[in-house]
């Protein structure tokens, strides 16, 4: 089979698998509001599990166990791989361009598991109804600052960028890469980690 041609096709595919990743990392955000949110009620959200539904009930403290080993996965994931020691390690591996690209592919995976694992915890640990209307209207736009946040401080970044696709298109372009200064941004001096505060 012809070299060059074989050369093309893996660099159409390494493009396909940054955009992969970009694409999904995209998509899990809306869906992870519509289940963190229980959109559009809690008595009929539109994803089935949400946070707060789910189609089996397991034992009070099953749940949680269950749902603190996701989001522990989740975030030791971003912890464990961003360190130095461990970006030389695993950067042996995987070619320089492609590193962003991984770690949102991975990233991808624990952030899915949450939503497809996640056991609704049995007791009602709070709730508003019909007789909280003030304590909604403090909470409601509290939760959707976050959300603003969140998307804030990704697009500062340039989403391109933090979820990989940039790299990867640079060298698919075959031109030096241009990296992304972050440090600038409004977002990034009101906090370190504004994508994190959003979410909290």
Do not use: C
Not at 31 to 36: L, M, N, R, S, T
Not at 52 to 77: E, K, M, N, R, Y
Not at 159 to 168: C, D, E, I, K, T
């Amino acid at each position: 089979m012809n070299l060059g041609f074989l050369a093309t096709l893996g660099r159409y595919a390494g493009l396909l698998y940054a955009v992969t990743a970009y694409v999904l990392a995209i998509g899990f955000w809306p869906v992870f509001i519509f289940f963190i949110g229980n959109v559009p009620r809690i008595e009929s959200p539109l994803m089935d599990p949400s946070v707060s539904a789910g189609t089996t009930i397991l034992p009070t403290w099953q749940a949680p166990a269950i749902d603190v080993a996701l989001i522990s996965a989740f975030a030791l994931h971003h912890s464990f791989l961003a360190r130095p020691s461990v970006k030389r390690v695993w950067g042996r591996f995987i070619a320089e361009p492609f590193r962003r690209a991984t770690f949102t592919q991975i990233a991808n995976v624990f952030a899915f598991a949450i939503i497809i694992h996640w056991q609704p915890i049995p007791i009602v640990l709070w709730q508003f109804d019909h007789h909280s209307a003030l304590l909604r209207l403090l909470i409601v736009p509290l939760w959707q600052l976050g959300w603003v946040l969140l998307l804030l401080g990704a697009m500062s970044f340039k989403l391109s960028a933090l979820f990989g696709l940039r790299q990867v298109w640079f060298w698919f372009k075959d031109k030096p890469y241009e990296p992304v200064d972050v440090t600038s941004s409004k977002g990034y001096k009101l906090a370190r980690h504004p994508e994190f505060l959003g979410v909290f």
